[in-house]
C-alpha cells in the first residue's frame, strides 16, 4: 500500500547540521506567528467592509424607493415624579391662596355661615394631558 508514502525524504536529519535546524524551526513559528495575524487582520477588514455594504445598501434604497419621508409624529416628555410633586405643590398653594383671597373677597350670607362654619377650599390638579389633542 503505497498510496500515502510514496515521497521518501532524500535528507535524512543526520546529515543537516544542528544550527540548520534550529533556523529551521525558528522560521517555522514565525511564518505560523505573522499567518494567524494576517488571519485576524482579513477578518476584521471583512467584518468592516460587510457592515458598510449593509449600511450603504440600506441608504441606496431608501433613496431610490423615496421611503424616507419624515413622519410628523409628536414626542411625550414625561416628568419624574419629584417634579411632579413639585409642581403640583405650587400649584395646590396658589390654588389655595386664590381660594382664600375669593372667600375673603366675597362676604358669606349667615345662613352659609350657619351651615357650614369653614369656607370649602377647592384644588384643581393640573393632570397632563395623555391624549391626542383633536378628536378622531
Known amino acids: 500500500m503505497k498510496l500515502f508514502k510514496r515521497r521518501q525524504k532524500n535528507v535524512s536529519n543526520s546529515?543537516?547540521?544542528q544550527e540548520i535546524q534550529d533556523y529551521s524551526q525558528t522560521e517555522h513559528r514565525e511564518k505560523m506567528g505573522i499567518a494567524v495575524l494576517v488571519g485576524f487582520i482579513s477578518l476584521i477588514l471583512t467584518l468592516i467592509v460587510l457592515f458598510g455594504m449593509f449600511v450603504g445598501g440600506r441608504w441606496m434604497y431608501r433613496k431610490l424607493a423615496g421611503t424616507d419621508t419624515k413622519s410628523n409624529s409628536t414626542t411625550v416628555v414625561e416628568k419624574s415624579a419629584d417634579e411632579a410633586k413639585a409642581v403640583s405643590k405650587q400649584d395646590s398653594q396658589k390654588d389655595a391662596s386664590n381660594a382664600s383671597e375669593a372667600a375673603a373677597s366675597t362676604p358669606a350670607s349667615p345662613a352659609q355661615q350657619s351651615e357650614n362654619?369653614?369656607?370649602?377650599?377647592t384644588l384643581s390638579s393640573s393632570l397632563p394631558s395623555t391624549g391626542p389633542d383633536l378628536d378622531l
Do not use: K, M
Not at 117 to 121: A, N
Open 15 to 17: 546529515v543537516i547540521p
Open 117 to 121: 362654619p369653614t369656607t370649602p377650599v
